[in-house]
Structure formats: structure tokens, C-alpha cells
């Protein structure tokens, strides 16, 4: 059974910095598409980013550009996500997903594996 594992979620104050990482484990990474989302407390899950494997094509959110950079290392079938300038609005558990689709678009249905996420706390 394929599953992703992610770990790096912890609280900070805003303007600090975490590096989310998300494992495959139990397979080979070899999805077209893989991708962070994010939910907030009494919120919908909403994307954050996502990175095509073999061109390495990014797409980012709004809210996130410029903060935040997405990244893959296929040999070593790991997804990251760091996150600069951490405000209080992202703070949120985040997940990792999987998609193969080949243009699955930052919508979270169209993704097919998901991690259990992990925990971020923004604090001000």
C-alpha cells in the first residue's frame, strides 16, 4: 500500500520559516502531480501548491506566492514545502497529496493519495 507521510508542522511566530516534508513510502513516486493543501479550523481545504514531476512545473495559490516553494526530489521520492514570512492565516494542518491526472489543476477532489497531514501554528 502506497501512503504518504508527512512531518515538519510545528508553531511559530509569524515571519518564521518551516520546511514541511512529505514521504512516499511503500512505493515508487512516480505520479505525474503531487501537492500541499491545506485546511483551516471550520474551513474547506484549499491548495497550496503543486509540482509536476517530470518538468517540475510549480502552480502556488495566491495567498502563498512569494512566501512559499514547493520542490520534489524524485530519486529520493520526498515532496517539500518551505514556508517563509509564516502569517497567522496559514496557519491550517497541511497535507500532502498525490494526483494522476496530468492536469489535475490546484483542486484538491482530483488528487487520489493523501497523507494525514501535519499540524501548523502561526502565532502573532
Known amino acids: 500500500q502506497v501512503r504518504l507521510v508527512e512531518s515538519g508542522g510545528d508553531s511559530v511566530q509569524t515571519g518564521g520559516s518551516l520546511r514541511l516534508s512529505c514521504t512516499v513510502a511503500g512505493g515508487t513516486d512516480n505520479w505525474p502531480w503531487m501537492g500541499w493543501f491545506r485546511q483551516a479550523a471550520g474551513k474547506e481545504r484549499a491548495a497550496v501548491a503543486i509540482?509536476?514531476?517530470?518538468?517540475?512545473?510549480?502552480v502556488y495559490a495566491a495567498p502563498v506566492k512569494g512566501r512559499f516553494t514547493i520542490s520534489r526530489d524524485n530519486s529520493k521520492n520526498v515532496l517539500y514545502l518551505q514556508m517563509n514570512w509564516l502569517q497567522v492565516e496559514d496557519t491550517a494542518m497541511y497535507y500532502c497529496?498525490?494526483?494522476?491526472?496530468?492536469?489535475?489543476?490546484?483542486?484538491?477532489?482530483?488528487?487520489?493519495?493523501w497523507g494525514q497531514g501535519t499540524q501548523v501554528i502561526v502565532s502573532s
Open positions: 497529496a498525490a494526483s494522476v491526472r496530468r492536469i489535475p489543476g490546484l483542486v484538491a477532489r482530483n488528487f487520489d493519495t
Open positions: 509540482i509536476g514531476r517530470d518538468r517540475g512545473t510549480t
